[in-house]
């Protein structure tokens, strides 16, 4: 069988790899100019994108930011998984906030910024520490912007002025003092089954996700039951085919959703290897309409991307448990050029296997990992 994925990037790379000891091929289309690619080595196939959509057996996107006349072209052909509504939530914050409120999940208290005007309602409504956040477009932190203080007001206002509101626009959130940020992922296949992978713990930096831990320490009884309840009711009110993501803000025994995405996830590749199913077979196989796979955990994980930079031991993968996944990319700043995946029996077998992984890695490029190695130590 063979499925289409819409975006040639690491995402689809690791949906070929997941998909070929099914039998099923995976074909990328480079959404740049629609040619249809190999995900793993980028070379051109020699026919094009109307082919492949009627070669495919099911449709799929790596990434939520797909021209809309080439989704709509897809969306037409009815092999298209998850569905474009599902699609065009993920990528549209003002359509997420919808679908959220609409579902009564709790979510960062916000604003949508239409009009310039409305910017004034904002510290009144919301406070002084907020993040403005375009609505569409942004990720890894990028087309977001910071107040700590309403004497930062100022410079916004000049950044926001050279922006169409009314096209595009922004989203006001309430700054939350949050504990931790946690990740639910699971797959809902065509009949609503649902199943959902451990939740997974994410260190962020800048804005950009450095470090997984799963299954997350310290996950309550009514943490697991709250998340659960939060995915399957965005997954149903999507009515959602294929692995969605769901990042969570969790302060005390209290969930917010921060963003969901409507596909394979970054804090969701430790399944890779500490899982019995990966995410990215998983979603292959919803796509498809395959039985979904167990997600049971197999091992205490931490998944650390490798961010921007290529000068590190190869040695690494003689550790013991430690995985590389390499995708292949020319090196640019702050660009995730691959991540490293290490299972352990404990949190304490993990913490000292990062510390051993730390001595084959340049620490400017990992700055969170001391700490969460102390953190995992320190772990009774
Ligand atoms: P996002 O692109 O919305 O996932 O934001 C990137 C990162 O910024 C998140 O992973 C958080 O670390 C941080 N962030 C986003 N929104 C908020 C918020 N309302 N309060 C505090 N931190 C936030």
Redesign the pocket.
Known sequence: MKVLVLGSGQLAQMMYLAAAPLGVEVKAVDVTDNSIVNPIDKQLYDHDLAIAIDDADAITVEFEHIPEPLLDLVHQSGKLYPNIQAILTGADRVREKQLLDAKGVAN?QHIVIREHAQIAEVIPTLGERV?F?SSRD????YG?WRMSSASDLEELEVIFAGLDLAKLPLIA????A?DR?ISVIGARDKNGHVRLFDIAE?L?YQ?Q?HVSIAPATDVSELIKQKAEDIFTSIAEGLEYVGVLAV?L?QTGEELLV??IAPRVHNSGHWTQDGAETCQFEQHIRAVLDFPLGSTTTYSVTAMVNIIGCTSFSRDLIAIEGCNLHWYGKTLRDKRKMGHINVVADSYQALASKLDTLMACLPSEYFPMLPGEIKRLKAIV
Do not use: R
């Open positions: 960062c993040i956040k942004g990720y890894d932190g977001q959130e309430k700054m939350v949050f940020e994410n962020h804005g996700l990042e803000f921060n963003e």
